[in-house]
């Protein structure tokens, strides 16, 4: 089955609303999908037999040198330019004021000559200090996980294999603590990119730069053991290879992103829920989605079972996910299930009715991974031709009856009350990045983000009701301007209803990272880790095919990523 055979009257029929879809705690409950970024990366990299050389490997017996990784796509080639340093541990930092690191990285627009070479390495191991022209598409940098390194490295160079119940814990021995692109710091600008087919969807080519780091970093873990053990030292075992990701420590820095390209995010959420709506749509089940949908199932189950974090919240929505995923393998053992009219679409309201949030959203990850055919076209829709826009000549009845339609949730908040606008969104001039603040306590209030987006139109509409409904919108702005950017935004919405964050983004009751986890889940990130309510460690590529794997493997066959066992390896 197709999309053309699903009617899309049945598929509106059946999506979710956005009241539902963007409430904070659902989002905050988000798993990656067949439609996640990487995902879609991946598979174009195995459809269209994408190249993969390493043009130069030029790196001491410790591991410091350069190095250039090229992958040809059907048009064009794009090259990884990698520095590696010998830094101090006092100089090794995560945070963004950072000034050095272990490793530093560009993804160049095509082969690199000499003399680019030469150019990027005075820059690149400067980062946002150096300086870079249009043929650099992303600047990245990343640190070791200095144990976990040094324990990799030991034990191939021993002639053995690490020891799993140390790897697994972290699953990496590199994470990113920045991946640029867009034009940042001189780079090309994302119009350069945006046409090309290869790189078109969202973060495409800042996720192509991360796979290529994934596969550089096991190149320099086995040189560095070559090295130190010669003759003795073994390769990283394949199963080993797959398992390890690239980490990321992600922070505040993201959340902005959501609320500023609203029509970005619709696109990504739309995408999802259309996938979902014609999932649901399926008059019958095959043996074939059935046999698939029950082998991704299992591996959720384990892979839930391996996931474990310190957060003591989240600890606790790990086990109830569990519960859910081993209640819903029952349910599918009864056959009458599956094979009942329309099962996938009973399987979808079984778990609304019956699981948490977690379940919810990981049951719809499982109920697109059988059905590829129907909804894997949908990836190539995720980005943003359009823009928010003023529409002047709306009335201002018009324009109310979308605030009472779209934003009924912001009206039901009582912003008088001091709880409710409890925290602000400003730019830190000494971290470089977003922060939330105290309203009551914190210093910054006058350097606000507009980011307080329900509270902005609840005054908005207090403000209209001494305003004629037959006035237009112009009118209205010539005479306060100060609402100009929330009217854009409500008149965005009306024509993409997965736009707005449907919560208050100040409250005291804010839990930030239900923002990090939501996008990051589009990312296509695994094993969320919570270090607080304002950061979360994730895995890039766990599981993941490597290059040389692309040619001769099932690229889906890596949403649930899991621990080998020892005796795989």
Same mark, same amino acid.
């Given at each position: 089955m197709t999309s053309t055979t699903i009617s899309p009257t049945s598929v509106a029929s059946v999506m979710r609303p956005p009241d539902q879809v963007m409430s904070l705690d659902r989002m905050g409950a988000s798993f990656q999908t067949r439609l996640s970024f990487m995902r879609n990366l991946?598979?174009?990299?195995?459809?269209?037999?994408?190249?993969?050389?390493?043009?130069?490997?030029? +790196?001491?017996?410790?591991?410091?040198?350069?190095? %250039?990784?090229? %992958?040809?796509t059907p048009e064009r080639t794009y090259s990884l330019v990698a520095f590696t340093n010998e830094i101090t541990p006092e100089q090794r930092s995560d945070r963004v004021v950072a000034e050095a690191w272990d490793a530093t990285f560009n993804l160049f627009d095509g082969v690199p000559t000499e003399a680019d070479i030469q150019r990027l390495a005075k820059n690149t191991p400067k980062q946002e200090a150096g300086r870079y022209q249009s043929s650099e598409l992303v600047l990245a940098r990343a640190n070791k996980s200095v144990r976990l390194f040094e324990h990799v490295v030991s034990c191939l160079a021993a002639g053995k294999q690490p020891d799993i119940d140390t790897v697994a814990p972290v699953g990496y021995v590199f994470r990113t603590t920045a991946v640029y692109g867009s034009g940042k710091f001189g780079c090309a600008d994302r119009s350069k990119i945006a046409d090309r087919p290869e790189i078109q969807g969202a973060f495409q080519v800042e996720l192509l730069t991360v796979y290529l780091i994934r596969w550089f970093v096991i190149d320099l873990i086995e040189h560095v053991a070559r090295e130190r053990g010669g003759s003795t030292a073994v390769s990283l075992a394949p199963e080993l290879q797959n398992f390890l990701g690239i980490g990321n420590s992600t922070g505040l820095g993201m959340a902005p992103f959501l609320v500023k390209y609203q029509v970005l995010v619709h696109t990504w959420v739309n995408a999802r829920e259309t996938a979902l709506a014609r999932v649901r749509c399926v008059e019958s089940s095959t043996p074939g989605t059935r046999k698939h949908f029950q082998r991704v199932l299992a591996q959720a189950i384990r892979h839930a079972g391996e996931w474990e974090v310190d957060d003591r919240q989240q600890t606790i929505r790990i086990k109830k996910l569990r519960s859910?995923?081993?209640?819903?393998?029952?349910?599918?053992?009864?056959?009458?299930?599956?094979?009942?009219?329309?099962?996938?679409?009973?399987?979808?309201?079984?778990?609304?009715?019956?699981? $948490?949030?977690?379940?919810?959203?990981?049951? +719809?990850?499982?109920? #697109?991974?059988p059905h590829g055919e129907l909804v894997d076209d949908l990836?190539?829709?995720?980005?943003?031709? $359009?823009?928010?826009?003023?529409?002047?000549?709306?009335?201002?009845?018009?324009?109310?009856? #979308?605030?009472?339609?779209?934003?009924?949730?912001?009206?039901?908040?009582?912003?008088?009350?001091?709880?409710?606008?409890?925290?602000?969104?400003?730019?830190?001039?000494?971290?470089?990045?977003?922060?939330?603040?105290?309203?009551?306590?914190?210093?910054?209030?006058?350097?606000?983000?507009?980011?307080?987006?329900g509270r902005d139109v609840s005054q908005l509409f207090q403000a209209l009701q001494?305003?004629?409904?037959?006035?237009? %919108?112009?009118?209205? %702005?010539?005479?306060?301007?100060?609402?100009?950017?929330?009217?854009?935004? +409500?008149?965005?919405?009306?024509?993409?209803?997965?736009?707005?964050?449907?919560?208050? #983004?100040v409250g005291a009751t804010l839990l930030p990272l239900n923002l990090l986890r939501f996008k990051l889940s589009f990312f296509g990130a695994s094993k969320f880790d919570p270090k607080s309510d304002l950061w979360t460690r994730i895995n890039m590529y766990q599981g993941a095919p490597l290059p040389n794997q692309l040619a001769h493997c099932d690229p889906d066959d890596w949403a649930f990523p899991l621990i080998p066992r020892k005796e795989e390896i």
């Open positions: 991946v598979r174009k990299m195995a459809r269209e037999q994408w190249r993969f050389e390493c043009l130069r490997f030029n +790196i001491n017996e410790l591991g410091y040198g350069h190095s %250039v990784y090229a %992958v040809h859910d995923l081993e209640e819903l393998s029952i349910w599918c053992e009864n056959e009458e299930n599956l094979r009942q009219s329309r099962p996938w679409n009973a399987l979808f309201e079984y778990v609304q009715a019956h699981f $948490s949030l977690q379940g919810q959203e990981l049951a +719809i990850s499982l109920l #697109l991974e990836a190539e829709t995720l980005y943003a031709s $359009s823009k928010a826009q003023l529409e002047p000549a709306m009335r201002i009845a018009r324009l109310k009856d #979308l605030i009472r339609d779209l934003y009924h949730w912001a009206l039901e908040i009582d912003f008088s009350n001091p709880d409710s606008q409890r925290h602000f969104w400003y730019y830190s001039e000494d971290k470089i990045e977003p922060r939330l603040g105290n309203r009551a306590t914190d210093i910054g209030v006058d350097f606000e983000m507009p980011l307080a987006i001494e305003v004629s409904g037959e006035q237009s %919108v112009g009118t209205f %702005v010539l005479a306060h301007p100060e609402f100009r950017y929330v009217i854009r935004r +409500i008149q965005t919405t009306s024509h993409f209803c997965y736009a707005e964050i449907r919560d208050n #983004l």
